[in-house]
């Protein structure tokens, strides 16, 4: 079956605009997870959703970041006034429910502010 | 706050050898850990994922082991091809952190020809 999808796959813009990233998870998947990966740093959390609960945003960097998701479809991460140091590869992930369920990961957005 | 190391930062064997990467953590409690292959400019490809339950798990020529009460877990690749070149990557889920991932810095694989 279809795996998780993101777009765009890459994405530059300039300092200050605003940005969206699209997340389809896995069909059926409650659980969506958002990561982001900065140059020559490991994957840092930024945000989950699992099912109509409260997303646990507590990896999200700064107000400027937001996320929202559909029901149990479509997430978008949203960049507001963007920064150099938002560029980053933000990847998506999604499992059946939250817990002890495998993580299945998108191929990624590739954002450069410049 | 749980922490993940990968010991080495790099790795260089020539084909055909067998190998062992090690990840270790510092919060026992743990609902499962995963181990992934990243390409360069790719995202992660899910390798094996080990509930805190299991002390092992094997898909092909790859073997991960688990001991939880010493916060370590090891892959293991058997006769090491240059396709398997790639950073390998570790990261729990637990308790304190709930179902995010918590990750290691990464092991860069090179298998020489």
């Known amino acids: 079956g279809a795996g998780v999808s993101q777009s765009p796959s890459n994405k530059v813009t300039e300092k200050g605009k605003d940005v969206e990233l699209r997340c389809d998870p896995i069909?059926?998947?409650?659980?969506l997870y958002w990561y982001r990966q900065r140059l020559g740093q490991g994957l840092e959390f930024l945000i989950y959703?699992?099912?109509?609960?409260?997303?646990?945003k507590s990896g999200l960097p700064s107000d400027r970041f937001s996320a929202e998701r559909t029901g149990e479809s479509v997430s978008t991460l949203t960049i507001q006034r963007t920064q150099q140091e938002d560029s980053a590869v933000y990847l998506c992930?999604?499992?059946?429910?939250?817990?002890?369920?495998?993580?299945?990961f998108g191929p990624g957005t590739r954002l450069t502010v410049t | 706050k749980q922490e993940v190391t990968q010991i080495p930062a790099a790795l260089s064997v020539p084909e055909g050898e067998n190998l062992v990467l090690n990840c270790s953590f510092t919060?026992?409690?743990?609902?499962?850990l995963q181990w992934f292959r990243q390409d360069p400019g790719k995202g992660l490809t899910s390798l094996l994922l080990?509930?805190?339950?299991?002390r092992e798990q094997t898909s092909g020529r790859l073997n991960a082991s688990l001991d939880k009460s010493s916060g370590r877990s090891t892959l293991y690749i058997a006769a090491s091809q240059p396709g398997d070149s790639a950073t390998y990557l570790c990261?729990?889920?637990?308790?304190?952190?709930?179902?995010?991932?918590?990750f290691g810095e990464g092991t860069q694989l090179t298998v020489n020809p």
């Open positions: 992930a999604s499992s059946p429910q939250e817990g002890y369920y495998e993580q299945y």
């Open positions: 069909s059926g998947h409650t659980a």
């Open positions: 959703f699992q099912g109509n609960s409260a997303p646990d």
């Open positions: 919060d026992s409690a743990i609902y499962n």
């Open positions: 080990i509930q805190s339950s299991q």
């Open positions: 990261a729990v889920s637990g308790w304190a952190s709930g179902s995010r991932l918590t």
